[in-house]
């Protein structure tokens, strides 16, 4: 994305929907995510819907879609199915930011806010839970 130009700022609002979006498909959908696909794409027909992240660069105005869910799975609200997802994120092609590069804390703290402002509609035990389930996700990302 560097060579074609552009700016780091992007990338990283890309990161950030892409966050967004992981944590939306496991703590709401209770998916896995296994091979879905993060595009670059145009603008819906209403370019005034709310909650439509605009970016403008080199490649014009677009917004990212998450497209390819015939291979996900229902994810265990558990270990199981935490390990389940962080399977499922090793296996997706290259589209997420990884570990130990400059976008992974980008996405990393997106994912987390996203998933306990998601958590935060269910019940105290199930807050609990999740919430620690979500955080799990990430450090066995981060360690595989």
């Known amino acids: 994305m560097e060579d074609i130009g552009i700016p780091t700022e992007?990338?990283?609002k890309y990161a950030r929907m892409m966050g967004e979006a992981l944590?939306?498909?496991h703590w709401l959908g209770e998916m896995d995510g296994n091979d879905i696909e993060f595009v670059l794409?145009?603008?819906?027909?209403?370019?005034q819907q709310p909650n439509?992240?605009?970016?403008?660069?080199?490649?014009?105005?677009?917004?990212?879609w998450m497209l390819d869910f015939d291979l996900c799975q229902p994810m265990p609200m558990c270990d199981d199915g935490v390990q389940?997802?962080?399977?499922?994120?090793?296996?997706n092609d290259p589209f997420y930011p990884r570990p130990q590069r400059e976008?992974?804390?980008?996405?990393?703290?997106?994912?987390?806010?996203?998933?306990?402002?998601?958590?935060?509609g269910y019940n105290q035990v199930d807050i609990d839970q999740r919430l620690s389930l979500a955080r799990r996700f990430?450090?066995?990302v981060e360690t595989n």
């Open 10 to 12: 992007d990338m990283q």
């Open 23 to 25: 944590a939306t498909l």
């Open 41 to 47: 794409a145009p603008l819906p027909f209403d370019e």
């Open 52 to 64: 439509t992240d605009i970016i403008t660069n080199v490649l014009g105005q677009h917004t990212m």
């Open 84 to 91: 389940q997802a962080v399977t499922a994120f090793w296996r």
């Open 103 to 120: 976008l992974w804390d980008v996405f990393r703290e997106q994912y987390l806010i996203s998933s306990e402002t998601i958590i935060s």
């Open 138 to 140: 990430i450090e066995l």
